[in-house]
């Protein structure tokens, strides 16, 4: 155990001083969301006076969201970052050590986790220059552990794509699912205002479920409803994705 723990650590560490070594690669997944909020506040900023929707303004509406499609981008990268190493050879030799490959995957996807936190600090922190009020501490750290729970989910999707095509070119396979999950929701408007066909997919969407949890303390309390139904979410796609990486990791060089 302690010895798949420190695999673990090592992982994870080697994979969050890439941030150090090549500055540079976590620019797009900071710019990209933070880019999003300042844009759309800009062109659609007046939205918040239609009536049914319930928020103050529509800069704060979608701050959770920039944050969580920030998690996206940092989960899809550790998928990029997998292609590269299994491009290089350098992941058949970590297949040779005796760690068992759900450790492995383990600090793989980790590793995506802690570095969520980085875009996520950025855009609140453009979003409170930006005006937005400050949404509690329980509100705040709802947010960011759901934002790094939906890393981790888009860590294990692009696992399974990286350990699929091998291959770096399959980055936009990887992205799009970031896209469509965090779109394909509530993200912009209310439920209420969507069109119809996209009401009825934002509703069976479970990162729906995700994104509520984030607005917590942005938009309305905090509330236990609304965090446990996000909570189970993260988790059940969690599960899902993760028994797929798994498989899909056990399956690999056979």
Request: net charge positive; proline share 5%; hydrophobic share 55%.
């Amino acid at each position: 155990m302690n010895q798949s723990f420190r695999v673990v650590v090592a992982l994870s560490r080697r994979a969050l001083n890439e941030i150090l070594r090549v500055p540079g690669a976590a620019i797009p997944g900071i710019l990209a969301p933070t880019i999003f909020l300042i844009g759309l506040s800009g062109a659609f900023g007046k939205a918040a006076q239609l009536p049914g929707f319930h928020a103050s303004d529509f800069t704060t509406f979608i701050v959770p969201v920039s944050i969580l499609q920030g998690a996206g981008f940092t989960g899809a990268a550790t998928g990029v970052n997998l292609a590269r190493d299994i491009e290089q050879g350098w992941f058949d030799r970590l297949l040779v050590c005796p760690a068992p490959r759900v450790t492995l995957l383990a600090g793989i996807v980790s590793s995506a986790a802690l570095r969520s936190l980085l875009p996520a600090s950025f855009v609140f922190i453009v979003a409170l220059i930006m005006g937005v009020h400050w949404p509690g501490v329980d509100g705040l750290v709802i947010a960011f552990v759901l934002a790094m729970g939906l890393a981790t989910v888009m860590a294990f999707w692009s696992t399974i794509i990286a350990l699929r095509f091998r291959t770096q070119q399959a980055a936009p396979l990887m992205q799009v699912a970031n896209f469509i999950a965090v779109l394909f929701t509530t993200s912009y408007a209310p439920k209420e205002l969507l069109a119809s066909w996209l009401r009825t997919i934002a509703s069976i969407n479970p990162v729906t479920h995700v994104l509520d949890g984030a607005r917590q303390g942005f938009v309305g309390a905090v509330t236990w409803h609304t965090t446990w139904q996000a909570v189970v979410s993260i988790l059940g796609l969690q599960l899902v994705l993760g028994a797929l990486a798994v498989r899909s990791l056990r399956r690999f060089g056979v």
